[in-house]
């Protein structure tokens, strides 16, 4: 059975591509160390120190630049057209990695279907992958994004802090 994947427009794709990389990848790593980084294996990171990475988000025209240093994802300012500098490249669509970050769809599914792409180091891309198989980590459910969500729990946050019953 054919599944209908969701279009980007092209003119959001196009203005999209006109944005820096820099402050994208600082949000990025931000959220991977949030959600990621607590769960890497000591030898994992030991593997990881030093190494580039980029995830290419195709169809918005979108890449994070960043890498694994001093126990924390830092993103990294790469000069334009250096791909040497890169180790590893990974690209889907926002659809296809919003599969993979809901558990909807297997990595090696999306790879052997030619949806996933991974470019430079083998060896890395095989660890990424099967680091990010092993972890037990909450499946990523962009409900909880809604703003009323949000603000639920900025306001729960808030009254914990205060020590205020509400």
Same mark, same amino acid.
């Given at each position: 059975?054919?599944?209908? %994947?969701?279009?980007?427009?092209?003119?959001?794709?196009?203005?999209?591509?006109?944005?820096?990389?820099? #402050?994208? &990848?600082?949000?990025?790593? %931000?959220?991977?160390?949030?959600?990621?980084?607590?769960?890497?294996? =000591?030898?994992?990171?030991?593997?990881?120190?030093?190494?580039?990475?980029?995830?290419?988000?195709?169809?918005?025209?979108?890449?994070?630049?960043?890498?694994?240093?001093?126990? %924390?994802?830092?993103?990294?300012?790469?000069?334009?057209?250096? &791909?040497?500098?890169?180790?590893?490249?990974?690209?889907? /669509?926002?659809?296809?990695?919003?599969?993979?970050?809901?558990?909807?769809?297997? #990595?090696?599914?999306?790879?052997?279907?030619?949806?996933?792409?991974? +470019?430079?180091? /083998? +060896?890395?891309?095989?660890?990424?992958?099967? /680091?990010?198989?092993?972890?037990?980590? #909450?499946?990523?459910?962009?409900?909880?994004?809604? #703003?009323?969500?949000?603000?639920?729990?900025?306001?729960?946050?808030?009254?914990?802090? =205060?020590?205020?019953? /509400?």
């Amino acid at each position: 059975m054919n599944q209908i %994947r969701p279009v980007v427009p092209a003119a959001l794709a196009k203005m999209l591509s006109l944005l820096p990389v820099y #402050p994208g &990848s600082l949000l990025f790593v %931000r959220a991977l160390n949030l959600l990621l980084a607590r769960h890497l294996p =000591s030898d994992t990171q030991a593997m990881l120190e030093g190494r580039t990475l980029r995830i290419s988000v195709l169809d918005l025209q979108l890449s994070f630049d960043f890498q694994w240093r001093a126990g %924390r994802f830092s993103a990294r300012r790469l000069a334009d057209n250096i &791909s040497d500098e890169i180790d590893l490249t990974i690209g889907a /669509t926002a659809h296809d990695f919003l599969l993979l970050a809901q558990r909807k769809e297997d #990595p090696d599914t999306l790879f052997f279907s030619r949806r996933l792409q991974m +470019e430079g180091d /083998t +060896e890395l891309g095989l660890l990424v992958k099967n /680091t990010l198989d092993a972890i037990e980590a #909450p499946v990523f459910d962009p409900a909880r994004l809604a #703003p009323m969500r949000v603000l639920a729990r900025f306001k729960s946050g808030l009254v914990r802090e =205060s020590g205020v019953r /509400t």
